[in-house]
Each structure stands twice: as C-alpha cells, then as structure tokens.
C-alpha cells in the first residue's frame, strides 16, 4: 500500500471528485484534501470543472453530416485530380514541344556533321552538302519562333503547377 507522501496529484484530485479513490494507490489521499488548503483548491477547481463540463449542451449534429461531409471531400478530390490531370498534360504538351525543339536544334548539328563528312567523300557528298547547307541557315530563322512558342507553352504549365502548390484554404463544409 503507498502512502500519500506530499500534495494531491491532479489524478488524484480527480479521482477524489469521481470518488474513484483506489485503495491500493490513493491511501490518505481524502484525509489529505480534508486538511490541506492547497489541496482542497485544487479539488473544487477540478469539482467546478467536472459540473461546468456537465452542464454544456452538446449541439446535434444534423442527421446527414457524415454523408454532407464526404460528398464535400469527394468534390474537393476531384477538383484536385482534375487539376492534376490538367497540370500533367499540359507538363507532356510542353516537353514534347521542348523535344521537337531539341531535334530540330539536334538536326541543324548533324546538318554540320554530316557537311563536315562529305567534305571526305567529295564527290559524293555534294548534293548532300547542298541541301543540308540550307538546313542550319533556316532552323537559324526558325530560333526565335520556336522560342516564342515554347515560352507560350511554358506560361500556362508554370499557372498549372502554381495552383497545384498547397495554399492555406478556409473553404466551409
Ligand atoms: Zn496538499
């Protein structure tokens, strides 16, 4: 048995207005509160507690709340994966804009590759030359279009992925 050494735990207290007192860990404990200022304090503030608390009215809740409530989360998933999805495709629009981009850039160096090998094969190579000798002349033309178009393909992706950042939402049920 554990003799009550000191002031009233607020378990204790607790226990003492719940008349909960366990024998075996709370001997002294009533005798204590009896004659200890501090203590007796402290088990009306919990008594005032304990009656306050029993006295509030717990609103009802509507019959259809759960069901109000998991409509209202699936709405806001769904807005989120439709953001998503809209976020998502526009990502593929602009990489496989950026990806012709990058061929063309690629092809204009092969036109110098290729132009460099048939300086070797002369004769050969020729026409070849000819031809691909345009090639990086007019991807050269093509430069500031291809990067208008990409920067107009990038404006609504970087929109896209800005609404997908989480911001602080006061959205009511
Ligand atoms: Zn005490």
């Known amino acids: 048995m554990t003799t009550l050494s000191g002031h009233l735990t607020e378990a204790q207290a607790q ?46 809740l509507p019959s259809d709340f759960t069901a109000r409530v998991m409509t209202r989360i699936d709405e806001v998933e ?15 629009a602009v990489v496989l804009v950026a990806g012709l981009g990058l061929v063309a850039a690629g092809a204009s160096g092969l036109g110098h590759a290729v132009s460099s090998l048939s300086e070797l094969l002369d004769p050969l190579g020729r026409s070849l030359r000819l031809g691909l000798s345009v090639l990086p002349g007019l991807l050269s033309a093509l430069r500031l279009p291809l990067l208008l178009v990409t920067t107009a393909l990038s404006l609504p992706l970087f929109y896209g992925l800005s609404r997908l950042m989480p911001a602080a939402r006061t959205e009511s049920i």
């Open 78 to 92: 769904r807005a989120a994966g439709r953001e998503r999805r809209w976020a998502v495709g526009l990502a593929a």
């Open 15 to 60: 226990r003492l207005i719940e008349e909960l007192l366990d024998p075996a860990t709370d001997a002294g404990v009533a005798g204590h509160a009896s004659s200890c200022l501090e203590c007796q304090a402290l088990v009306e503030s919990f008594r005032l507690l304990d009656d306050a608390l029993g006295r509030l009215q717990v609103p009802e």
